[in-house]
């Protein structure tokens, strides 16, 4: 399995991308809070593993992604945790995974080489060193993220973006055991809760459009804040299950409509 990225790299890398930026050539910005640009963003978006403007979800914020929330419908038979722990740290490094085609005999993937151009997507598995569990449960100190890039996206760029996060928070969770590599984990919200966090401890969702990442952080605006509300004791909000979903109250359909 080939490295894209190490520790080593990746500083160069963020001093390459520091001296682009003050001398007005190449994309990338960095500020004093966050290495962040609308290429990045637009990079880290297609990392997820379905839009997330068409996901189906109860939660409404980052406070409904956490361990310690619990969703369950009506009559008690669909009950769903979204985050097994919530973790402090950063990327150690970057290495490829895996590369899939859509076929009509395997819909949902068929593996072929991971250079290959034909590839619909590619997994990339990152390394993340754990520095505090802020809530829930991981063995170790390390764990090891599958994430997904589009396959126009250059996995050395993704590699290269998530190296330069020094410091990020992601609630995260298994991924099904049918999985090529189940001992992983996905970031929630469809592999996008990307949770950076500046020198001064002010959060940022990088991953997202400015206008979902505004309302995706809710209240929480600190790492401190972020703590607290990790903290509380469990809780269990209502759900609606519509087929395989599980939706806000609110935002299901009526129930005349679920019976035709």
Same mark, same amino acid.
């Given at each position: 399995?080939?490295?894209?990225i190490?520790?080593?790299?990746?500083?160069f890398?963020?001093?390459?991308m520091?001296?682009l930026?003050?001398?007005g050539?190449?994309?990338?910005?960095?500020?004093?809070?966050?290495a962040?640009?609308?290429?990045?963003?637009?990079?880290?978006?297609?990392?997820?593993?379905?839009?997330?403007?068409?996901?189906?979800?109860?939660?409404q914020?980052?406070?409904?992604?956490?361990?310690?929330?619990?969703?369950?419908?009506?009559?008690?038979?669909?009950?769903? =945790?979204?985050?097994?722990?919530? !973790? &402090?740290g950063?990327?150690e490094?970057?290495? +490829?995974?895996? @590369?899939? $085609? %859509?076929?009509?005999?395997?819909?949902?993937?068929e593996?072929i080489?991971?250079?290959?151009?034909?590839?619909?997507w590619?997994?990339?598995?990152?390394?993340f060193?754990?520095?505090?569990?802020?809530?829930g449960? =991981?063995?170790?100190?390390?764990? !090891? &993220?599958?994430?997904?890039?589009?396959?126009? +996206?250059?996995? @050395?760029? $993704? %590699?290269e973006?998530?190296?330069?996060?020094?410091?990020?928070?992601?609630?995260?969770?298994?991924?099904?055991?049918?999985?090529y590599?189940?001992?992983?984990?996905?970031?929630?919200?469809?592999?996008?809760?990307?949770?950076?966090?500046?020198?001064?401890?002010?959060?940022?969702?990088?991953?997202?459009?400015?206008?979902? @990442?505004?309302?995706?952080l809710?209240?929480?605006?600190?790492?401190?804040?972020?703590?607290?509300?990790?903290?509380?004791?469990?809780e269990?909000?209502?759900?609606?299950?519509?087929?395989?979903?599980?939706?806000?109250?609110e935002?299901?359909?009526?129930?005349?409509?679920?019976?035709d």
């Open positions: 399995m080939r490295t894209l190490n520790g080593k790299t990746a500083l890398s963020l001093l390459l520091t001296a930026a003050s001398t050539c190449g994309s990338a910005t960095i500020d004093g809070d966050a962040r640009s609308d290429e990045s963003s637009r990079t880290l978006e297609l990392m997820g593993d379905s839009i997330t403007e068409e996901l189906l979800v109860p939660y914020n980052v406070a409904g992604l956490l361990p310690n929330v619990t969703y369950r419908d009506q009559d008690q038979s669909v009950t769903e =945790v979204y985050a097994e722990a919530l !973790v &402090l950063s990327v490094s970057v290495e +490829e995974g895996a @590369a899939f $085609v %859509a076929t009509k005999a395997e819909p949902d993937g593996e080489p991971f250079d290959s151009p034909e590839a619909a590619r997994t990339l598995e990152a390394i060193v754990i520095d505090e569990l802020l809530a449960q =991981v063995n170790g100190d390390s764990i !090891v &993220l599958q994430l997904s890039a589009d396959g126009d +996206e250059d996995p @050395a760029e $993704v %590699a973006l998530l190296m330069s996060m020094a410091q990020l928070a992601l609630s995260v969770k298994h991924v099904p055991p049918t999985n590599f189940p001992e992983s984990y996905w970031v929630v919200h469809s592999n996008t809760l990307f949770i950076a966090i500046s020198p001064s401890g002010e959060l940022s969702l990088p991953a997202l459009p400015d206008a979902e @990442a505004e309302n995706m809710g209240q929480i605006d600190t790492l401190d804040e972020l703590r607290s509300v990790a903290a509380q004791e469990p269990v909000r209502p759900a609606v299950a519509v087929g395989e979903a599980l939706l806000a109250p935002d299901a359909p009526p129930p005349s409509a679920l019976n």
